[in-house]
């Protein structure tokens, strides 16, 4: 539940969110490569990713996400994520999770790519002032693959902060994600940056616990062989049910 804030604190709380998001931005020009003589792949998607999540008993939670994308300029279904995972509320407004997602790749015939798994925990805290909201999750991926030997370990940390419009059911909202590879696979994974991703959009609250959002985001993914990198625009259709 919200509780009232001055518009001083309000302004205070939109500083410390800009220099969250300033902080991500500056850590992601320190670790990004610079691009390569080739140019950066240009490529569009349709991600229409839907979100639940909601108490089970107690202090427990339960989470489940299903994850379709359709990249390759809108032509190809090439991967689909499901995501399920155990929470626990252990303070008002923070909770930690562990869970198993399940990443099927479809797409890409001229290379061996085949599933992953990922063994995950995450933190997250999120923090209702009026109609300003904001979210922080930081996640640890321990990730095995079909098509490479060993384990792959990555960081990811996400700011995500909404706004509601007037006294309406409508909210803008942006978020920002950076991923940090913690460790190097041989020639088929190196430690370092991996990818970001940028996202704005406006959603509707069509029930108490149900939103759909429709935004743009864009994704840039550092490779390691000498193709060129990713720079993806995605159109973002999202559902979100959330017991918060």
Not at 168 to 196: A, P
Request: aromatic content about 16%.
């Amino acid at each position: 539940m919200g509780f009232k804030t001055s518009s001083k604190n309000h302004l205070g709380l939109a500083a410390k969110a800009a220099c969250l998001l300033l902080a991500q931005v500056a850590l992601f020009d320190l670790t990004a490569p610079a691009a390569q003589a080739q140019g950066v792949e240009k490529d569009w998607g349709l991600w229409s990713p839907i979100f639940f999540n909601a108490p089970i008993r107690g202090r427990w939670w339960g989470y489940f996400e299903a994850n379709p994308r359709i990249n390759n300029n809108v032509q190809t279904f090439d991967q689909l994520l499901v995501r399920p995972a155990l929470g626990y509320r252990f303070m008002r407004n923070g909770y930690i999770y562990h869970g198993f997602c399940w990443v099927s790749n479809y797409r890409v015939p001229d290379l061996s790519i085949g599933n992953e798994y990922r063994i995950f925990q995450q933190a997250l805290f999120k923090n209702d002032w009026g109609k300003f909201t904001l979210q922080n999750r930081t996640r640890l991926e321990e990730r095995l693959f079909d098509y490479i030997n060993g384990c792959a370990v990555r960081a990811r940390h996400g700011i995500r902060g909404t706004y509601n419009i007037g006294k309406t059911n409508w909210y803008l909202v942006g978020s920002n994600e950076l991923f940090i590879n913690l460790n190097s696979l041989r020639t088929d994974l190196k430690s370092g940056f991996d990818q970001n991703r940028l996202y704005g959009g406006i959603g509707r609250n069509v029930s108490k616990n149900t939103s759909v959002e429709l935004g743009y985001q864009w994704q840039y993914v550092n490779r390691i062989d000498p193709a060129d990198d990713i720079g993806r625009s995605a159109v973002m259709i999202q559902i979100y049910n959330n017991w918060f």
